[in-house]
């Protein structure tokens, strides 16, 4: 069975460019989780999907920071402009509901430069 | 503010002998548990899991014990194996949010 897939995988870029990361959740999960990994705050979580529609947010940074889910086999987290300590790893997780177990992607490792 | 705090940041631990992963946690309205585990390089694993209703889940090699009088918990690991280093996550669950422990890097030695 398919995991979750998320790509790219590694994405290095300039600061002030456009970075757009992409889940795709586990076939007949309703929920999808964003989170991110750093060394000084380990796993943070960004954003709550439930049935496409964004639950919880208050873990997104800032404005440069947004969340879609235009469909349940589809998330995109995208960071407008982008800096350096946007550096990271981004996780997709998805589960079969809220209160079900989380099942992580590969993660996207991020550079800026 | 509430947290999920890990007991030793690292193990080394002899290849055959049992592994034991301390966590504690603070959140008393949190009603079930997991430990994940992170290869390098890739993204955390279920291990095993349980309710604040039980203290005791056994896997296979995997035992995880909760103490919720002292707000506790622990994963054994029976017969460690080359294949078990990696880094051990506690995460404790009120409603959908998931809180991660800061890990405990776990090194089997040969």
């Known amino acids: 069975d398919a995991g979750v897939i998320q790509s790219p995988r590694h994405e290095v870029t300039e600061m002030g460019q456009e970075v757009t990361l992409r889940c795709k959740p586990i076939?007949?999960?309703?929920?999808l989780f964003w989170y991110r990994q750093t060394m000084m705050r380990g796993l943070e979580l960004l954003i709550y999907f439930n049935n496409n529609v964004p639950i919880d947010d208050s873990g997104m940074p800032e404005d440069r920071f947004s969340a879609k889910m235009p469909n349940a086999s589809f998330s995109t987290l995208k960071i407008q402009p982008s800096e350096p300590r946007d550096s990271a790893v981004y996780f997709c997780?998805?589960?079969?509901?809220?209160?079900?177990?989380?099942?992580f992607g590969p993660g996207t490792r991020l550079l800026v430069l | 503010g509430e947290s999920v705090g890990l007991h030793l940041p690292t193990l080394s631990v002899q290849e055959g002998d049992n592994s034991i992963i301390n966590c504690a946690y603070s959140?008393?309205?949190?009603?079930?548990f997991i430990w994940y585990k992170q290869e390098s390089g890739k993204g955390p694993q279920f291990i095993i899991d349980?309710?604040?209703?039980?203290d005791k889940r056994q896997g296979q090699r995997v035992t995880v014990l909760l103490n919720k009088t002292v707000k506790h918990l622990s994963l054994q690991i029976a017969a460690t194996q080359p294949g078990d280093s990696a880094v051990y996550f506690c995460a404790e669950r009120s409603d959908y949010k998931l809180s991660f422990g800061a890990g405990t890097t776990v090194t089997v030695r040969a």
């Open positions: 076939s007949g999960h309703n929920s």
């Open positions: 349980i309710r604040s209703n039980m």
């Open positions: 997780a998805s589960s079969l509901g809220g209160e079900e177990t989380q099942y």
């Open positions: 959140n008393s309205a949190s009603d079930y």
